[in-house]
């Protein structure tokens, strides 16, 4: 069965399973993280705010999954 456009044997060559993996699990995932979010709201807002509210804060997003070794 191809992936991403690639054969399981041409994926597993190049090192990429991981990657793979992840970027396709992502379409199921993404609506399970939405719905933490919605869940936690409350409490993300109760932590966040009083931190954005201090002019010198800076915030890097960044991400480094299972592909990131």
Known sequence: MDV???TAAQIEAA??????REVLQQPR???EIEALIE???TRLSK?????L???ELRILL???GTSAS
């Open 4 to 6: 991403l456009g690639l």
């Open 53 to 55: 509210k201090r002019p």
């Open 39 to 41: 869940r936690e709201a």
């Open 29 to 31: 995932i993404w609506p």
């Open 15 to 20: 090192g990429a399973h991981w990657t793979a």
């Open 47 to 51: 932590f966040s705010k009083p931190l």
């Open 62 to 64: 960044t991400g480094a």
